[in-house]
């Protein structure tokens, strides 16, 4: 096939860094309309049309022949703001999906087909990223991004680091998406659960907006329904972050919990045996225990690498929380009105259990979160939240959460003094994530910074401070 070949001209595009929800369209599938080769009067059958994304990019557009209107997509990584310099990134697709190297395009089919998952991207100078934001523009092949792609960034020094970023993400040819930010791996990062979906957010770009705003990563269990084994997957209400921040174990009160891949989003494991599920936690031998609230009331032990299996179970009405403490060798757990202290026992067996060691009394009703705060002390919160010693067995209560009700997550930092919760405002759900300086003073002026969230959002994490 001849073509007339005419040069498409790109400007250098920038701006400062904006992460939006692209929620799935109907039909997933990029859809190649605006893709137009030169006519060709004298062809009787449309050629297969090959072009080349360099796989090799230095963060400026080149020119592709042969094409009125932009074959490509571009993905527009930001460098913001911070004490950092940057000399290279790499993209690379989650999935394996190809996003550059060389592409045919079928004119009859209007499909791109690539040849490589990645795309090392060489700056002509290292950024200084205390001067301001840097947008660098990388072209990408129009494909299905089905969980998203990692950022890699060196710096001048030589170091290396990566984050994953995205979601499903359809990308059209001459298309445009504002892709990752390099500074959000020097922020505060928090992973919270609404409705049938898990987020990750940049909170030092999100505090004072919305989740929007700092979007880096989302999770939506509804399509993974058959990994799940469940029709319904909504209602989540837990997202701890484990395995060094590349997995999490998640839980809904429709009766599930999982272990998700942070990069990929696949579902490592999971039970859509947990009645109400609340919480989990991981525990010694690669197994972990599920929370499971009213309906349920009682503990479940797993193993990780047996799905849906149940191995032992005890009764703990209200069971909403469960924390591993390596130091004591001890779970504990939280209902209703106390602190269960459990003991593994026959752990390496095939039957394990759990012993019950000793049951505390909380001061207040309703424990709807218990996390560990220091070596021996946990907090328990629902009602107002608490500082309690694990040897003393000794309640205190944290100053600022005092008359607080309806606490449904709290995230304290023992070093700064701050906190991360959730309060609910709508019956048992939030549309704020709050943040305090000091969780030891009493001030209701003293919370500085939310995020506002338009979904019924329940608890959140803290995956980096």
Same mark, same amino acid.
């Given at each position: 096939m001849k073509l007339v070949?005419?040069?498409?001209?790109?400007?250098?595009?920038? #701006?400062?860094?904006?992460?939006c929800e692209k929620p799935a369209a109907a039909n997933p599938d990029p859809v190649i309309e605006d893709v137009t080769p030169a006519e060709d009067n004298n062809s009787q059958k449309e050629e297969l049309i090959h072009y080349t994304i360099p796989t090799l990019q230095d963060? @400026?557009?080149?020119?592709?022949?042969?094409?009125?209107?932009?074959?490509?997509?571009?993905? !527009?990584?930001t460098i913001g703001e911070g004490d950092y310099t940057v000399k290279e990134l790499l993209v690379r697709s989650a999935k394996g999906e190809l996003i550059a190297g060389d592409v045919t395009y079928n004119p009859e089919t209007r499909e791109q087909v690539a040849t490589d998952s990645e795309i090392r991207i060489v700056l002509p100078s290292v950024i200084d990223?205390?001067?301001g934001d840097v947008v660098i523009p990388v072209m990408v092949a129009p494909v299905l991004l089905t969980a998203?792609?990692?950022?890699?960034? @060196?710096?001048a020094s030589g170091n290396y680091t990566e984050e994953f970023h995205g979601w499903r993400m359809p990308l059209a040819p001459g298309g445009t @998406?504002? #892709?990752?930010n390099v500074a959000s791996r020097y922020h505060t990062q928090l992973a919270f659960v609404a409705g049938s979906s898990l987020y990750l957010v940049d909170a030092d770009l999100a505090s004072g907006k919305t989740y929007k705003d700092g979007l880096i990563w989302k999770w939506n269990s509804s399509q993974h329904k058959a990994e799940l084994g469940t029709a319904n997957t909504n209602n989540m209400d837990e997202c701890k972050i484990i395995d060094g921040g590349n997995a999490y174990l998640v839980t809904s009160s429709y009766n599930w919990a999982a272990i998700v891949d942070a990069r990929t989003g696949d579902v490592e494991f999971f039970s859509d045996k947990s009645t109400m599920a609340h919480s989990a936690e991981l525990l010694p031998g690669n197994r972990l225990v599920v929370a499971c609230s009213s309906g349920g009331d009682c503990l479940q032990v797993f193993d990780r690498d047996r799905s849906n299996e149940v191995l032992y179970s005890c009764q703990l009405y209200f069971a909403h929380g469960a924390v591993w403490d390596p130091e004591s060798e001890r779970l504990y757990a939280s209902g209703y009105d106390k602190v269960n202290v459990y003991g593994l026992e026959n752990w390496?067996?095939?039957?394990?259990?759990?012993?019950?060691?000793?049951?505390i009394p909380t001061p207040r009703t309703h424990v709807h979160d218990l996390q560990k705060l220091e070596s021996g002390t946990l907090t328990v919160s629902g009602s107002w939240a608490f500082y309690w010693n694990i040897e003393t067995e000794e309640f205190t209560e944290i100053p600022f959460f005092s008359s607080r009700i309806n606490l449904k997550?709290? !995230?304290? !930092?023992?070093e700064t003094g701050e906190a991360w919760y959730t309060q609910a405002t709508e019956e048992w759900w939030t549309h704020e994530i709050r943040h305090i300086p000091s969780f030891r003073e009493v001030s209701a002026e003293n919370c500085d910074a939310s995020i506002s969230v338009n979904?019924?959002?329940?608890?959140?994490?803290v995956r980096r401070w």
């Open positions: 070949l005419s040069s498409l001209c790109l400007l250098f595009l920038a #701006g400062s860094a904006c992460s963060g @400026t557009i080149k020119e592709i022949p042969g094409f009125e209107s932009s074959p490509f997509h571009l993905l !527009n990584i990223a205390s001067k998203g792609y990692t950022l890699g960034a @060196t710096d @998406t504002t #892709g990752g390496d067996g095939a039957s394990p259990s759990l012993k019950l060691l000793k049951s997550s709290v !995230n304290c !930092n023992p979904l019924p959002c329940y608890k959140v994490r």
